[in-house]
């Protein structure tokens, strides 16, 4: 008893194409997903890690920062006091050999020059010494200018010197014409005042200064009051100029400054009236970058020492680490662009093959609720068709008895009438069939279990099919595994999914003189179970058609052929039995089915219901 | 042996009119009603050696028949018959104490085959007790 089913292969291809909208959209949806992932998790790690950096830069240039003024500070005060102290120095000597000596004595010249000798025994910090009387007449010099008898009562420096008894200069260029600075001590002995007067070493004030002098951009440089030179500074400008920094910058005893030339080039300096901008443009600036200008105020004179530092030498060390750290943060970051990219990728893939996963399962929730339905109805109809059929069975079998009993009608007749009734017999007897086996499919009742052979059922129903092939022009071929292990099934329910497949395969060959069937089994020891394989040479199944072939009513052949129930009926049967039937197929090659029988899940699963159905049977 | 008495009980008129003609004209005495109430009130009045009975009836069902008719006349042999059987209704029914369970459209000769079988065991269970 078995119904045939076949495949429309005239369909349309409305399946494909949602199919492929599918695809696009689930492709789209991944990569809209993989691109969501990857900015979640780079947002998550490089947020953190940025204000981590961010932090850290700050708190350590901070520090280094105020580290480094610190320094600055330190560094112009221990220098402010060493010229301080050296200009102290000199002024102290100069009293000692004004008080220990009368002015007689220091006018004479052999006696000055050998004063002026011992005062540079320790180093030669003076340039000149000279004695000037109360009227601000030199009286005697020991020099390299020609100093004798020159008038200094008009001058700023004796009239400093006159009222305050030690005076130390800012840089004039005096008779001589050239930058230079002195120190006098005025002496007073009774009625007699008398001046001793020296030039300090400009060049020795210089190196002194100097010293101070840090990296190479460094700058050291003394200042008056007024912002001119007292001497030359590194760079730009020499001695006696004005200074381009404005001096109310220069505020308290001592302080630092940080100068920006860039951000200020549209101020002017007080002092020149000149823009910022144009000490540029005339070369007298040249440093454009950022500085730091430490500065501090000797008591006496008033004088400015300066020591300026281009900024990016000062915070090299710490630029550098700042790079270092921006490098290892720009690594981090790639880094963890790369990982994420991983993660995302492996998630996604991951969540893909869930997705498929579930798709496939969903799909068979839907293929079995579907025949779930389908299998409700077609018990429906098969109850409704079953009652009118035994009644047409009665029917017959009163005809049949009266026709026996009645002696008056012909003999030809009566075998006539016997002959159609049993036609009318013979054609309940097929919707009978379909009826049982529309009730089979929905109920997927086995009338009994046993042990079966795989490869004997595959031989009976090849032996009752083999006529039917070979008028067709089919060859059915064979390749067994020998000695398979037997499964616990009903053996006509078996039979008869092989039997709808195998007709399948023949009816696939209609179109074509000749061609072949090849079956094979064998044991899958990984998955305990058998496989079995139909492959034919047929015409194929389109792929649009591909999903529907388990649907049932779903056929392709001419109407009274075929139900379209055999491959719906094959599903439930395998799929009853615990097994999975697949299917793949190439329009104009063949189509192969795979179906595979798990050896332990049948038995267990049906223990319980063929319990039942041996009751049932032994009871009939 | 004599003939079993029968009784159809079926709500498709022709089938039981059909039957009726068939078996009588085979000797057998034999009675039809259409549901269940009808055949549990027959048999208050009548003696059957088998019941033919559907399942699916208006009223009550072939099952709650068969458990109504098996408390009056336990030793009355049940065949049930039906259109849409299905194993659970089957089990039930043999669980009840039906003689079989058989599907229609069943063949004249197949029904005579299974009224004689329910017959004699009939007689045998009535032999025994």
């Not at chain 1, 053996?491 to 999914?497: G, L």
Request: a negative charge; one cysteine or more; charged letters at 25%.
């Amino acid at each position: 008893m078995f119904v045939v089913g076949r495949l429309m292969f005239g369909q349309t291809k409305p399946a494909k194409g949602v199919n492929m909208q599918e695809l696009g959209f689930h492709t789209r949806s991944y990569s809209k997903l993989l691109r969501k992932f990857i900015l979640v998790s780079v947002t998550c790690s490089v947020l953190p890690l940025l204000l981590v950096g961010w932090i850290s830069y700050l708190y350590y240039s901070q520090f280094s920062r105020s580290r480094m003024v610190d320094y600055f500070h330190r560094n112009v005060e221990y220098n402010r006091r060493i010229v301080e102290s050296f200009l102290e120095e000199r002024a102290a000597d100069l009293k000692l050999v004004a008080f220990t000596h009368s002015l007689d004595f220091l006018m004479d010249s052999s006696n000055l020059r050998e004063t002026f000798h011992i005062l540079n025994r320790e180093g030669s910090y003076f340039s000149d010494l000279g004695v000037i009387g109360e009227a601000g007449k030199h009286v005697a010099y020991i020099g390299s200018y020609d100093l004798m008898d020159k008038d200094y009562s008009v001058t700023f420096w004796f009239k400093e010197v006159m009222a305050k008894g030690v005076y130390i200069s800012d840089m004039f260029e005096g008779y001589r014409m050239t930058p230079h600075f002195i120190i006098a001590v005025l002496c007073s002995k009774g009625d007699t005042n008398w001046i001793l007067r020296a030039t300090i070493d400009t060049e020795f004030l210089s190196s002194l200064v100097e010293t101070a002098r840090i990296g190479k951009t460094g700058e050291v440089f003394l200042v008056n009051r007024e912002g001119v030179y007292q001497t030359s500074p590194r760079f730009k400008g020499k001695v006696m100029d004005k200074m381009p920094l404005p001096m109310d910058s220069f505020t308290g005893e001592s302080g630092i400054l940080i100068t920006d030339p860039i951000r200020s080039m549209g101020s002017v300096v007080p002092e020149i009236g000149t823009l910022i901008s144009d000490l540029f443009k005339y070369g007298v600036m040249e440093s454009r970058s950022q500085q730091i200008v430490a500065y501090s105020w000797l008591k006496q004179p008033e004088w400015m020492l300066v020591v300026k530092q281009d900024f990016s030498e000062v915070f090299e060390d710490i630029n550098h680490v700042n790079m270092a750290i921006l490098v290892l943060l720009h690594i981090s970051i790639l880094a963890i662009l790369i990982v994420s990219v991983f993660t995302a990728r492996y998630m996604i893939k991951a969540i893909k093959k869930r997705d498929q996963e579930a798709e496939g399962l969903n799909r068979q929730l839907m293929q079995t609720s579907k025949l779930a339905s389908i299998g409700e109805l077609a018990a429906g109809v098969a109850h409704e068709i079953n009652n009118p059929l035994a009644v047409i069975l009665t029917e017959s079998q009163v005809m049949r008895d009266i026709t026996e009993d009645e002696q008056s009608l012909d003999g030809n007749f009566k075998e006539e009438l016997v002959q159609s009734l049993s036609q009318v017999d013979a054609q309940v007897q097929r919707c009978s069939h379909i009826t049982q086996n529309l009730l089979r499919f929905s109920r997927r009742m086995s009338a009994s279990s046993q042990f079966v052979d795989l490869n004997v059922s595959l031989k009976d129903v090849v032996g009752l099919l083999e006529k039917r092939a070979n008028t067709c022009g089919v060859q059915i071929s064979l390749d067994f595994q020998e000695k398979l292990p037997e499964i616990s099934t009903d053996p006509f329910e078996m039979e008869q999914v092989f039997l709808n497949l195998i007709n399948n395969a023949i009816d696939a060959h209609e179109s074509r003189p000749y061609g072949s069937i090849h079956i094979t089994t064998r044991f899958d020891s990984t998955r305990n179970g058998l496989v079995a394989t139909v492959a034919d040479t047929g015409s194929g199944i389109p792929d649009e058609d591909l999903e529907r072939v388990f649907d049932p009513f779903y056929t392709t052949k001419p109407v009274g052929k075929g139900t379209g129930l055999g491959l719906s009926i094959s599903y439930s049967i395998v799929k009853h039995m615990g097994g999975e039937i697949s299917v793949r197929s190439e329009v104009g090659k063949g189509t192969e089915f795979t179906l595979f029988f798990p050896c332990m899940n049948t038995e267990q699963t049906d223990s319980s219901e063929n319990s039942r159905k041996d009751k049932l049977d032994k009871k009939a | 042996m004599r003939k079993p008495r029968l009784l159809i009980v079926d709500d498709e008129i022709p089938f039981t009119s059909n039957l009726l003609k068939l078996l009588s004209r085979k000797g057998y005495e034999v009675s039809a009603v259409n549901d269940g109430y009808s055949a549990l009130r027959i048999i208050e009045e009548q003696e059957f050696d088998v019941v033919i009975l559907d399942q699916k009836m208006p009223g009550i069902d072939g099952v709650t028949t068969l458990k109504e008719l098996k408390k009056k006349r336990p030793h009355m042999e049940v065949i049930m018959l039906t259109g849409h059987g299905s194993i659970e209704s089957g089990i039930q029914g043999l669980q009840l104490g039906a003689f079989n369970y058989v599907m229609k459209p069943i063949t004249f000769p197949e029904l005579l085959e299974q009224i004689v079988h329910a017959y004699e065991r009939k007689v045998i269970e009535e032999e025994r007790s």
